[in-house]
Nanobody, 117 residues
Framework: QVQLVESGGDLVQPGGSLRLSCAAS????????LGWYRQAPGKQRELVGG???????NYADSVRGRFTISRDNAKNTVYLQMNSLKPEDTAVYYC???????????WGQGTQVTVSS
C-alpha cells in the first residue's frame, strides 16, 4: 500500500515561514524523483520544485530563492522549506513521487497553506 502523507500546512502571516513534510511508505523511496506542486483557487496546479534521487533541485521562478526542497532518504521524507511567504503563495500544496522506468506516479492528499494578515 503506497501512501504519501503531507503535514505542516498552516495559516501564516506575510513574511513568515513554514516547513512542509511529506512522508512516503510502500515505495523504494531513494529511486524516486520527488516534487512539490500547488494549486490556488481558480488556477491550474503548478510545479513548485523538484528534487532527484541524487539531490539535484529545480524551482519555479516564483519561488526560487525563497523555497528550498530537501529529502531524507533514511526517513522516506521530502521537505519544502518556505521562507518570506507572500499572499500569492496561498494554495493547497501536494507532494509527488515519480519513477520514470517503469512509470510510476503517486500523489499526496494535499495540505493547505494560507498566507494572510
Amino acid at each position: 500500500q503506497v501512501q504519501l502523507v503531507e503535514s505542516g500546512g498552516d495559516l501564516v502571516q506575510p513574511g513568515g515561514s513554514l516547513r512542509l513534510s511529506c512522508a512516503a511508505s510502500g515505495i523504494f523511496f531513494s529511486r524516486y524523483t520527488l516534487g512539490w506542486y500547488r494549486q490556488a483557487p481558480g488556477k491550474q496546479r503548478e510545479l513548485v520544485g523538484g528534487i532527484t534521487g541524487g539531490g539535484s533541485t529545480n524551482y519555479a521562478d516564483s519561488v526560487r530563492g525563497r523555497f528550498t526542497i530537501s529529502r531524507d532518504n533514511a526517513k522516506n521524507t521530502v521537505y519544502l522549506q518556505m521562507n518570506s511567504l507572500k499572499p500569492e503563495d496561498t494554495a493547497v500544496y501536494y507532494c509527488n513521487a515519480k519513477l520514470p522506468t517503469p512509470p510510476r506516479t503517486y500523489w499526496g492528499q494535499g495540505t493547505q497553506v494560507t498566507v494572510s494578515s
